[in-house]
C-alpha cells in the first residue's frame, strides 16, 4: 500500500523518487500518521500545490522543518499547510527558509517574554491564564493577525525588540 501511495504521489506530485520518499516518511513519523494516511497526504500536498503559488516539494521541505514544532503547539497538519503556504506566497522564499522560520515563529510566541507582550497588548493567546494554558496555536496566530492592525506602536516595538533577542531577524 505505502509503495502504491509513493509511486503516486512521484507521479501526481512531482516529487524526485529518492528525496520525495524520505521527505515523506518524514513528515508521517512527525505527525504519528501510518502507511494507510499516506495516500491522503499526498492528496493534501498536491491539492495545495495545484491551487496556490507553491510546489509540492517546497510544502514538503517546509513540513520537514516545522512539523514537530507545529504538531506540539497543537496545530493540525492541515493548518500547518495552509501557514506554510502563505508564507511561501507571501515571501518568496523556499519551503526550507519558510519551514526554518515558520519553527522559530511558534518557538518565539510561546516564550514568557512574547506571551507578556502579547497579553500587554490586548493579543489573547490564553485558554486559561491562571494554569498558563495557551490557546490552540492557530487560534492564536487568528487572534494576533485580528489584533495587529490596532495594537500601538509601543506594542510593536516590544514584539521586535523580543524578536531581535530572540534572534529572529
Known sequence: EMTRAMLLGINTAE?????GTTSLIGIMQQ???EASDL????????????????TTQDLTDGLLQASSVAKIAGMSFEDTIGTLTAMKEASGRTGK?????FKSILSYIQRDSSLKVFDSAG????????TGELLPMQ?????????????GDASVDALVKSADEAQLF
Open 31 to 33: 505527525w504519528g500518521y
Open 15 to 19: 516529487l524526485d523518487a529518492d528525496s
Open 123 to 130: 493579543i489573547d493567546v490564553y485558554a486559561n491564564k491562571l
Open 139 to 151: 487560534e492564536i496566530l487568528t487572534n494576533m493577525a485580528t489584533k495587529w492592525g490596532s495594537v
Open 39 to 54: 495516500e491522503g497526504i499526498i492528496d493534501k500536498l498536491n491539492y495545495t500545490a495545484d491551487h496556490n503559488a507553491i
Open 97 to 101: 527558509e519558510v519551514g526554518n522560520a
